[in-house]
């Protein structure tokens, strides 16, 4: 059972990671080129999560919390 419960969490870890990495890129790509079909607005989509997290106070200072917390590396 816990050879199972690391695979995934294995997979988890593997599936955050090519995503935050694909981030990077959408965001780069999105300074280089704009915003087109393929690349959507990452900057702007950013930007308004950052804008709705300032705007809801201490409960967005905590979620943000949560989510740097989540991305860090505990190792």
Request: charge should be negative; charged fraction near 10%.
């Amino acid at each position: 059972m816990n050879s199972i419960i690391e695979k995934a969490g294995t997979f988890v870890s593997g599936l955050t990671g090519i995503l935050v990495s694909l981030l990077g890129l959408g965001i780069v790509a999105n300074l280089l080129f704009g915003s087109n079909a393929f690349i959507s607005d990452v900057v702007g989509n950013i930007s308004g999560l950052v804008e709705s997290l300032g705007s809801m106070g201490m409960v967005g200072l905590i979620t943000l919390l949560i989510v740097v917390s989540l991305f860090t590396d505990n190792k």
